[in-house]
């Protein structure tokens, strides 16, 4: 799965010159956190948050007329406030790699960009988590199974042969790597198979159902 499959596009942007209030309303009204910002050629040149336009803003507790704050907000420019040194990522990266990139640098949005380095999306955590679910068959009705598994070839072209000889659908299918002690988690979601029947048949397998639940 590839972050071109994921993000959201053609991406929203503003221009370096966009007024606060612009900005702010725009991010309101689209529900979004994040805004990239461009320049005429449509090249990424910086990048402002909701939380950039908060702490821009005046506190509540001015002295200032609410005429003289809004004056203010219309001379303030994105420029003056947004991110420049931007973090981007390639429309062909893949979607684990983008989210290990928003997990260590604790970034909860990221600009896409093309191989001329030009704007075609934005991505965020929220589209990784809808990705997750999928991934992990959330919302499918079926059979949740836990096997822990050593490391090494073969695993899981086994379980999944003993699974279709019980007349079992795999729906997902995940592996967690448990390189301290030299095992893995497979995580099932299944179809169609007894849940007494596949666990006693994988344990005779030599393999341990951590766990098995209808969900």
């Known amino acids: 799965m590839l972050v071109r499959e994921r993000m959201t596009s053609p991406a929203v942007t503003i221009s370096p010159d966009t007024p606060f209030q612009e900005a702010l309303k725009l991010m309101r009204d689209k529900k979004f956190r994040r805004l990239p910002v461009v320049d005429a050629t449509g090249r990424i040149v910086g990048i402002v948050s909701e939380r950039d336009l908060l702490h821009a803003a005046p506190s509540p507790a001015t002295s200032l007329s609410v005429w003289e704050v809004n004056y203010l907000l219309w001379k303030l420019k994105i420029s003056d406030i947004m991110t420049r040194n931007v973090v981007t990522i390639h429309q062909n990266m893949p979607i684990e790699d983008a989210a290990s990139l928003m997990v260590s640098r604790k970034i909860g949005g990221l600009p896409v960009v093309d191989d001329e380095g030009a704007i075609v999306g934005v991505i965020t955590e929220t589209d990784i988590f809808k990705a997750f679910v999928e991934m992990m068959g959330g919302g499918e009705h079926g059979l ?72």
């Open 144 to 215: 949740r199974l836990t096997v822990e598994v050593p490391s090494g070839p073969g695993t899981l072209a086994k379980l999944a042969s003993k699974i279709s000889e019980l007349g079992g659908l795999i729906l997902s299918v995940v592996s967690v790597d448990r390189e301290s002690d030299r095992k893995r988690e497979l995580i099932f979601k299944i179809t169609g198979v007894d849940k007494e029947a596949i666990v006693r048949a994988i344990e005779a397998l030599g393999d341990r159902v951590v766990d098995a639940r209808e969900v």
